[in-house]
């Protein structure tokens, strides 16, 4: 005989198991798809990755020959918006964490506008390098514009992770600093900065790969649909991973026929992002077992 | 005299090796606080820039069809820069896109942080963090081998392009990036209020549904708004999948192209300082307005969760 008991826990084990099996369905659902379609990239992309591949110049309207220039023309520019970002990121979150009046007004405007910089589409970066590096300051569609607006682009990240890094150092260590008679920038350079230097490590990198990634804002800044040398110059156009992807495959009528080389440069900027951030995730592993 | 007080003080420099670390101290106090004031100058830089660029677009007769025209020509004639099928567009590819992302990321994030352990849950964060990193085009093109073929043969779609096809691929791009935002946000909650409610009988899943996500509804309302802001500012998805016609989207299944396509389409041959070229600021402008408002609204909600 059935009672209001039974019934009561009849019904939550249906309500239970109903539920669990829809979540485990969505989770399977999601990760199948996930690793189905990155196995299926890997698979397809190590078929055309050689070293030929990677060192020779595209030949026959990019349907043929390898991507060694867009490789050049990404490493390039990416090392430019780190060269910009990285040391000007240090400094700004090193003012943020040590100098600035952290409960003052002038403090909450920074974070304010660090957060909105961040909230920004890329497109809209792209926009303001054209207005800014293109135009105004007469840099024309170069490696050198593109370049700086990636820095500017990943400016913001590494700022908030510097930030967060220095000021997960312990208080005491401060106090300790500055109570043997060092001043403020004694102690941080000769004692902050190393302490957390794995973790300002991790922020550069951080900020690189997203660098590396980027479309939106150098397709209005200076990226090249096609050249047949690598181009080293700064003031000139240069190619990229990420625009050769997009021209391959949205620009040619005959998909099939430029897939391999999709795969393989897709494989390319894949792999080269995902070591960096490999690298970034060690770095911050080995730091936390070094700690605990 | 000038001379005679830089003598004097370049004595005291060499000698004094305490004098001379309290001077770098202010000298290194004011580069630092040059640097902070810094970034308040790149952001009015932008804003000024941005607008003052718009501003010729803004103030000619053609700027009151923006919010009230549906056609986007701007090299006619007669030019016309009515956004609305844009925005209508963009309206419905965050509407699918939301309605696929939050409940499925939802879903995952409950299963993971409820049931599994710690340590599997560190890996598949891990895991997902990689993913974060993923530049859109990658997702663009696998969206354009995989996703459109295939819905073209299950669904009979007149044009493989639409509306459709991007919300599945946003979702895939912006699936790990919500999960992990979501993880952490229902880790959050306090293990004694779980403790007690389980305690009083309830099952795992019970406590999540009516204990956890009820505390924590404000960062809910974040991480909507977090995929709203994040669709609105996308590129090259959008770009390459939703095939950027400049009808109106009567239906899902009908290509569409929004605000950010519009510009990335347009700036690459457009005339410097034309009409055009002020248009497309004018809309990159808005496009600045809009993510600061909705950065602004994602800030009032995470500042007040407790």
Partial sequence: MINRHTMFFLRKKCFNFFGLSLLWIAFILFFTVLLFLFGFLFKEGSGVFSLSFLLDNPKNAMMEGGIYPAIVGTILSTLLASLLACPLGLLIGVYLSEYSD???????????????????????????????FVYFLHLGRSLLSSGLILGFLVLPYIIILVEEALQSIPISIRECSISLGANKIYTIIKILIPYAFPRILTAFILGISRAAGETAPILLTGVVYSLSHPSYAFNQPFMSLPFHIYVLSTQYPNLEAVKPIIFGSVLVLLLFIFFLNLIAVVIQSSLESRRS | MIKHVIVYFYKIFKKDRATRLEIYDIISQYIFNGFGFLIIFLMSLMVVFLFWNSMQFIFSPYAKDLFLHTLWNPTGDK?????????????????ITLIFTFPLGLMISILISTYFSRKLQDSLKFFLEIFTSLPSVVMGFLGLIFVAPYLIKMFHFDSVMNIFSTALILTFFLL???????????????PLMKEAAIALGSSKLEVVIRIVIPSTIRGMVMILLFILSRILGETMIILMISGNSLEFPMTLFHS???????????????????????????LGSILFAISSVFQWLIKHFERKRI
């Fill in chain 1, 102 to 132: 952290r409960r003052g007004f002038l403090y909450s405007i920074m974070k304010g506008i660090i957060s909105n910089l961040m909230a920004i589409p890329s497109i809209v970066y792209g926009l303001f390098g054209l207005a800014l």
């Fill in chain 2, 79 to 95: 030019p016309v820069f009515g956004i609305l099928s844009m925005l209508y567009g963009t309206f419905l590819l965050s509407c």
């Fill in chain 2, 176 to 190: 790990p990036s919500v999960i992990s935002m979501l993880l952490e946000i229902l880790n959050s909650v306090s």
């Fill in chain 2, 256 to 282: 569409t192209r929004t605000i950010t396509s519009t510009m990335a389409i347009e700036l690459g041959e457009v005339v410097n300082q034309s009409l055009h070229y002020h248009a497309l600021f004018a």
